[in-house]
């Protein structure tokens, strides 16, 4: 449930001190250095920022990624030293939604992807205003996710109801969506939860090709991980899944334990700074986007060990002076190129480092007990 009496006060902090690292639980999670590196980031966001708000890019995720960077570190749109730049990034968004509330303006294929991460964004950026035009904004699209929904809990690429959901990837983006809308105070479908949690678990996979649905006392006696589509894990999509299961109220699951054993294997080998060409376990944005909120939501002793690494590693990963000024304090994308990509990079980098703010109602405190008991009761 939403704590009215801390966003109130959250909002109230926010005016007073934008980019504060007061909520943090104590300098292991907020460091000078990644301080630093977090303004440099926004920075560089709010200088190559175009004039439509939208980083030379047509894909409303990515833009909507680059206003939660903002919102993240606690600048309001409209308000501040980058009020004009999250207003901006917000307003492209929300001008370029379809009748049908679909938010995507490139091919279709990218329908449900861009749709999940820019409808994820409004929400966000609904609960720390409470704009109206948000507000209309972000109850078509949550309807169109709804509408979409697969037969079987999952979604396609295309804003298309089908028998099948496509893969695990497309499922995270909706649940950060409708978690987010139920955070801010919107009605989600238990229904539409409901389903999509089987849809969730039916990507788990043992090493010997179990998903744990038939018999769970077997599969939790090997080790395994959430996969794309069935077939083989990545760090990637082991993050994914834990981000589904607790954004869903699933807290106890115990595929949870088990990806998070993939996830601080992989950190702890590998997140060192300088390895692989500055690059984390799996290379990209995308990845880190995920092991940072899977971390971040289990919190404990997980988050405790890990996230310093993971600080660290973006602090040390940072492009500084890098040749030219247009590229000083940047992160690469990875899987997108050019200014795109660099939008990509920059904004996730941002977003990790500025979550022990905990400014975002998705990073407060709080659990969706409601959901989580109207489920059992089905």
């Known amino acids: ?51 439509e708000g939208n980083w030379n890019s047509n894909s409303l995720g990515l833009v909507g990624m680059g206003a939660l960077a903002f919102l993240s570190a606690g600048y309001f749109p409209g308000r501040g030293r980058y009020g004009t730049t999250v207003q901006k990034a917000l307003g492209y968004v929300t001008k370029n939604a379809k009748p049908s509330g679909l938010l995507n303006i490139a091919g279709a294929g990218q329908d449900m992807y861009n749709h999940g991460l820019a409808a994820f964004a409004l929400g966000q950026a609904y609960g720390m205003t409470n704009n109206k035009e948000l507000s209309r904004v972000l109850d078509k699209a949550l309807k169109l996710i709804s509408n979409t929904q697969a037969e079987d809990g999952g979604w396609d690429y295309r804003a298309r109801r089908q028998g099948r959901g496509h893969d695990l990837s497309l499922v995270v983006m909706q649940a950060k969506a409708l978690r987010g809308a139920m955070d801010s105070g ?21 090493r010997s090709g179990k998903n744990g649905l038939s018999n769970p006392k077997a599969a939790m006696l090997e080790a395994g991980q959430f996969t794309y589509n069935g077939g083989g894990g990545t760090l990637a999509m082991a993050a994914a899944g834990v981000v589904c299961l607790q954004e869903f109220g699933q807290y106890g699951d115990w595929r949870i334990g088990k990806n998070l054993d993939v996830i601080q294997l992989a950190i702890g080998k590998e997140a060192v700074p300088g390895s692989r060409n500055g690059r984390l376990p799996g290379g990209d944005a995308y990845t880190l986007y995920y092991v940072g909120q899977a971390l971040y939501q289990v919190g404990g002793k997980r988050w405790r060990e890990s996230y310093p690494k993971l600080r660290d590693y973006l602090v040390a990963s940072q492009m500084i002076n890098a040749g030219e000024a247009a590229q000083n304090g940047l992160w690469r994308g990875g899987r997108v190129g050019g200014l795109p990509g660099d939008l990509y990079g920059t904004a996730v980098a941002c977003f990790i480092l500025a979550m022990p703010n905990r400014y975002l109602p998705i990073l407060q405190e709080g659990k969706i007990d409601s959901i989580a008991n109207k489920l059992k009761k089905k």
Request: without cysteine; proline residues 6%.
């Open 1 to 51: 449930m939403r704590n009215i009496f801390r966003t109130t006060w959250l909002s109230f902090l926010m005016v007073l001190l934008p980019a504060s690292s007061v909520l943090a639980e104590g300098d292991w999670e907020v460091t000078p250095a990644s301080e630093r590196a977090l303004q440099k980031g926004l920075a560089w966001l709010a200088r190559n920022q175009g004039p």
């Open 186 to 206: 919107l009605e989600v479908s238990p229904e539409v939860v409901g389903l999509a949690i089987q849809s969730v678990r039916r990507y788990y996979k043992t």
